[in-house]
């Protein structure tokens, strides 16, 4: 896996903290769509990524919830997985909200975080607080991982726009050489 740069992470880190800004938040929740946006993103920028199928987990104390690859019977519009995109040893998560609207458990809206970097069946994590913590586990051995057909419009229209806001900020940054609010770690 290939290590990002500084300049690929602070890149991968501002289109978390903007992400929101620009794409409809009505998306929260459909993850392989927002991932396919933020992979868009991130090509404009030279920044290779992918988007991989994965189980999204919070553990608690005193319970575990889980995203995706349970079993769930078809419903019409809605996939029994989770996506995340991956550039280089990263992963970002913009569909976070899934564990809002499925458990009622606050959580920030887009997670930015360094994957693990050994093989293993987790990808990587967040520390939510000393007790909360969100796992991304590869997505069980025989799940049916084909990734939804995503509205390849909104993709370029929501991409576009993410495009020219970091664009805009980091011609601030350039300007202002004051750039650690702009590049400040969602986790």
């Not at 903007?18 to 991932?35: A, D, I, M, W």
């Not at 404009?44 to 349970?70: D, E, K, M």
């Not at 913009?94 to 458990?103: G, I, N, P, S």
């Not at 887009?110 to 693990?116: H, L, S, T, Y």
Request: proline residues 5%; neutral net charge; contains cysteine.
């Amino acid at each position: 896996m290939r290590q990002l740069t500084a300049g690929e992470q602070s890149t991968l880190k501002l289109l978390a903290d903007t992400f929101y800004e620009v794409v409809p938040l009505e998306l929260r929740t459909y993850c392989s769509l927002t991932s396919a946006i933020s992979k868009a993103a991130l090509h404009h920028f030279a920044i290779q990524s992918r988007i991989v199928p994965c189980q999204l987990w919070y553990a608690a104390p005193t319970h575990n919830y889980v995203i995706g690859f349970i079993g769930n019977k078809k419903t019409e519009g809605k996939w029994d997985g989770h996506a995340i995109c991956m550039a280089g040893n990263w992963l970002i998560d913009t569909a976070l909200h899934h564990l809002q609207t499925e458990f009622q458990i606050a959580v920030p809206p887009v997670a930015a975080v360094e994957a693990f970097s050994i093989p293993t069946q987790i990808i990587g994590r967040a520390d939510l607080s000393n007790q909360h913590t969100i796992w991304w586990h590869r997505a069980p051995q025989g799940a049916n991982t084909r990734l939804p057909k995503n509205p390849q419009s909104i993709v370029s229209e929501c991409a576009a726009g993410l495009i020219e806001r970091l664009t805009n900020l980091a011609s601030v940054c350039r300007e202002d050489r004051d750039c650690a609010a702009l590049n400040s770690a969602q986790f």
